[in-house]
């Protein structure tokens, strides 16, 4: 396998294009993958094998009160600290508006002061409207499944398991609707992370194991109420169901604009992934043992595939789509067998759609660990866009028109291509979108139209005449200073390969779920679950580890996770 | 004085808000929040500054320095009495550009307030590979403040000079020179540079003082004076779109 192994150069210049992965639909097709945040998480706690205590667990028999875990990493101590309080129904929510929770939750650094709980129960219930001292890294806050808590408990109570194709229906016990970090409402700066506690340097780290946490949390909970319910009777949630229990997320536009605003982080990422599969396709050959491990995992993904449980009609159709033309690539590779990787993807790309194409890429990517783990430490990535002054605008134009002519191709003074305007709502700040000329507020929208914004420039630049005098970039924003901005940002991005999403985010029938999707598959969320076109409920760290194995051999091959067969789970003959 | 503390982030969040609101689009506004938050996390007051200039409105009246005279390596501009906050970034540009052209560039920049605004552009200048030199008087009080960086440093050395007359015969005069080499000639340097003696120096800042200073604020953030934070906040509000049951259904309600 390795005799076929090319330089680094060659490795780069077989990455795809921008004009290929940057299109909004791909990105909306991505799906989490051996390097997606989650895993790294996972790989991270397992082969460090870190400590979690539960230190206090405060709770009455209704599951309400104040629990504490310690973590202990090989360098740094952290605490977990959650308020489970009790909620009225109607006031459960997944909007970002909401007020009240029945979890919330923080995590900080060091160990955990029991003098310190008083003040920490006065602010972190109330989540954007308390304040965190520089110790805390995450606040967060979750809300029962309504489904399935209550179920869950009933079974345990009762002596019994619950019903995996029940808890299938909808995978969590609790779903997160907002978990902050980098220095928000006075938490520790992301700079502060990177230098003291370097256990979460990597990005969104800290965020992910408090999700985990939170998890952890909700299957503790519900073990402990079903406890004090039938002392005598109930029984402990199986380890093998605890394991497919994820917790659950519901993401809304407040991704999207992250997502513009953050091109070089996001070129990161996927740069990062384009090379692990530009790696894998340049490195390595279809053989006996990768082609029987493609085939398994392709099993694997469509019983996933088609366990989803959706009311979402479209995604339903992408979902059945997508399983239905990996039961055709199986049956492909029974007849055939591919000399090389390259050749297998010419296959899916030219027989199947975006979708399954991007399937294939991420189970190419996790059968070759060897090929991609290497590449799994991030840059350190800092969002500056600096001016380039002395940049003539000869230069600055080419590079418009190389690598930007997807922003040039829309006609702005057309309604549909301006149709829309994204804005933030003085309820919590929430990102979003309104249909221009008809909602209020267009004078205050947010500059998240990237091609708007360079056609402008562009035009600008096109009008220029010799008499002006203008040459270069200072000077030209020195005359248009409204331009200097965009400037900033096309010249830094043209430095890099991937990053700016090609597609025109005020368009009357722009997708923001692709966005969501394509952000969150580098969270390692899974399971999508569109409620509209603009928000979206996921599962994560389904079939993921739970705290009790920290210590035990760690597999890592919880991709695509499916429903367990769980020999004490009468649930399949009940449902 | 209350206060209150914010980190580095949440700050930038603010300014960027504060910024936007105050500015609009027509100006580079993150650039400028950026300026603000520089000053800040320095200890060289980029809130009070700032909030000094806001009675000026940017969307009803043009805030760009008119150049006044240009001849090769050397610019003079009129700010027209306008802060430094506004303009400093675009002339730093100007500067930058006439460097790369002709290995020194010399700009004059009259008629201008908040003349500290500077220290910012100068680290711009020892980024793209240049020396760069910045002071100005303080007439009332006798004092020059002088600034210089290196090429690739991330802080300058920022020293304040008391001086025993205006010898210099200045208004409210700001020189900025970025240059290749370390060393140059322009005339109006060499008349401060006797000044420049250790002995005179009241006050000064050593780039290893500036990277204190961030570090502090990285570890435990900012202190901000309640009332300043309000003032910062109630025009960072203004970019927020009032609720409504229709505004909600552009969340996906």
């Known amino acids: ?575 | 004085m209350k206060f209150i503390r914010i980190s580095i982030n949440e700050f930038k969040a603010l300014l960027n808000r504060v910024c936007e609101s105050y500015y609009g689009h027509k100006y580079d506004f993150e650039d400028s929040a950026a300026i603000i938050q520089w000053l800040e996390i320095h200890d060289l007051k980029g809130i009070i500054n700032f909030l000094g200039v806001t009675h000026v409105a940017p969307k009803k009246i043009k805030l760009m320095p008119i150049l006044l005279e240009r001849h090769q390596k050397r610019f003079v501009f009129d700010n027209q009495g306008h802060s430094l906050f506004h303009t400093g970034s675009i002339i730093t540009d100007m500067t930058l550009a006439q460097c790369h052209q002709d290995d020194i560039c010399h700009s004059k920049i009259n008629n201008t307030t908040q003349p500290i605004v500077i220290l910012h552009g100068l680290i711009k200048c020892s980024q793209f590979g240049y020396y760069a030199k910045a002071w100005w008087l303080e007439t009332e009080k006798n004092l020059l403040h002088f600034a210089s960086i290196n090429p690739s440093e991330m802080y300058p050395n920022y020293s304040i000079i008391k001086i025993n007359n205006s010898i210099l015969n200045y208004k409210s005069g700001l020189d900025l020179i970025c240059s290749k080499d370390s060393n140059n000639s322009i005339e109006s340097y060499l008349n401060i540079q006797p000044l420049l003696q250790k002995e005179n120096v009241t006050q000064s800042i050593l780039p290893n003082e500036f990277k204190e200073r961030f570090n502090e604020k990285i570890i435990n953030g900012l202190y901000i004076e309640v009332t300043q934070y309000k003032k910062l906040s109630r025009m960072a509000d203004q970019i927020l779109v009032e609720a409504s049951e229709q505004s909600r259904l552009g969340a996906g309600e």
């Open chain 1, 1 to 575: 396998m390795n005799n076929q192994k090319h330089s680094l150069a060659q490795v780069k210049t077989s990455l795809r294009s921008p004009a290929q992965v940057m299109d909004l639909n791909r990105l909306g097709s991505f799906y989490p993958y051996k390097l997606s945040f989650m895993r790294k998480l996972m790989r991270k706690v397992m082969q460090e094998q870190w400590k979690i205590n539960c230190v206090l667990f405060n709770l009455d028999k209704e599951g309400y009160g104040e629990t504490v875990y310690e973590i202990t990493t090989p360098t740094n101590c952290y605490h977990f600290v959650v308020f489970a309080n009790f909620l009225d129904n109607t006031l459960r929510t997944d909007r970002v508006i909401a007020e009240a929770w029945d979890m919330t939750v923080t995590l900080r650094h060091g160990p955990f002061k029991p003098e310190e709980l008083g003040t920490l129960k006065e602010n972190v219930p109330l989540q954007e409207k308390g304040r965190m001292t520089a110790e805390s890294l995450v606040l967060s806050r979750a809300n029962k499944s309504s489904r399935n808590f209550n179920y869950v408990v009933n079974q345990l109570s009762s002596g019994m398991q619950p019903c995996i194709k029940k808890i299938n229906e909808v995978g969590y016990l609790y779903r997160t609707t907002a978990v902050y970090g980098s220095g928000k409402f006075g938490m520790a700066d992301w700079g502060k992370l990177k230098i003291a506690y370097q256990d979460f340097k990597e990005p969104f780290s800290a965020e992910m194991f408090s999700c985990f946490m939170i998890r952890q949390f909700s299957l503790d909970q519900a073990d402990h109420i079903a406890s004090k319910r039938a002392p005598e009777l109930s029984v402990r949630l199986d380890n093998d169901i605890k394991r497919y229990f994820g917790i659950g997320n519901a993401t809304g536009l407040g991704m999207a604009p992250f997502l513009i605003k953050h091109p070089l982080l996001i070129n990161n990422w996927i740069e990062t992934r384009e090379f692990a599969l530009a790696q894998v396709l340049s490195h390595t050959l279809p053989n006996k043992n990768t082609l029987p491990a493609l085939k398994l995992l392709i099993q694997r993904a469509i019983i996933h595939l088609n366990e989803i449980m959706t009311n979402n009609e479209s995604q339903n159709e992408i979902n059945l789509k997508a399983s239905q033309s990996l039961s055709l690539i199986i049956k492909w590779l029974s007849q055939e067998t591919p000399q090389s990787w390259d050749q297998f993807i010419d296959y899916v790309t030219n027989h199947y759609n975006v979708e399954t194409q991007e399937l294939i890429n991420t189970i190419l990517i996790e059968i070759h660990p060897e090929e991609v783990l290497s590449l799994e430490e991030n840059n350190d990535i800092e969002e500056v866009y600096e001016l380039s002054p002395e940049m003539n605008l000869m230069d600055l134009k080419q590079i418009i028109e190389k690598k930007y002519q997807w922003a040039l191709q829309y006609d702005f003074k057309s309604k549909n291509a301006n149709a829309v305007f994204w804005y933030r709502s003085e309820e919590k700040m929430e990102p979003r979108l309104g249909e221009r000329d008809v909602d209020h507020g267009a004078e205050k929208e947010i500059l998240i139209g990237i091609a708007r914004a360079v056609e402008q420039c562009y035009s600008t630049l096109n009008k220029l005449s010799l008499e002006m005098n203008i040459n270069n970039v200072a000077e030209f924003a020195f005359a248009y200073p409204e331009h200097r901005q965009i400037i900033r940002r096309i010249q830094t991005m043209a430095k890099t390969k991937y990053g700016e999403i090609q597609a025109n985010l005020l368009d009357k029938d722009v997708l923001p779920i692709h966005l969501l999707r394509c952000k969150l598959s580098f969270f390692g969320v899974g399971k999508f679950d569109p409620k509209s076109r603009l928000w979206v409920r996921n599962t994560m760290f389904q079939g993921a580890p739970i705290a009790s194995d920290i210590g035990s051999k760690y597999k890592d091959d919880w991709i695509f996770p499916i429903m367990p067969n769980n020999q004490t789970s009468k649930g399949n003959e009940i449902h």
